[in-house]
């Protein structure tokens, strides 16, 4: 079954907690700024990395 066009990105723990205005800081606390392969496996992941705007890659100013 495919996912539907209108879910959220998947966020880490702590960058969904962030969202929060007491617990903003905790973006910094993020680890999940890449995705990790599941050794020996092709393909699949062990750990999504999180799809929160501050971790994505800016791109190079033309």
Do not use: V
């Amino acid at each position: 079954m495919s996912t539907p066009a209108t879910e959220a990105p998947s966020l880490s723990a702590e960058c969904t907690l962030a969202e929060l205005p007491e617990y903003s800081e905790l973006h910094g606390d993020c680890r999940q700024t890449k995705d990790i392969p599941l050794p020996g496996f092709s393909g699949i992941l062990l750990q999504r990395r999180c799809l929160c705007s501050c971790h994505r890659p800016s791109k190079p100013s033309a």
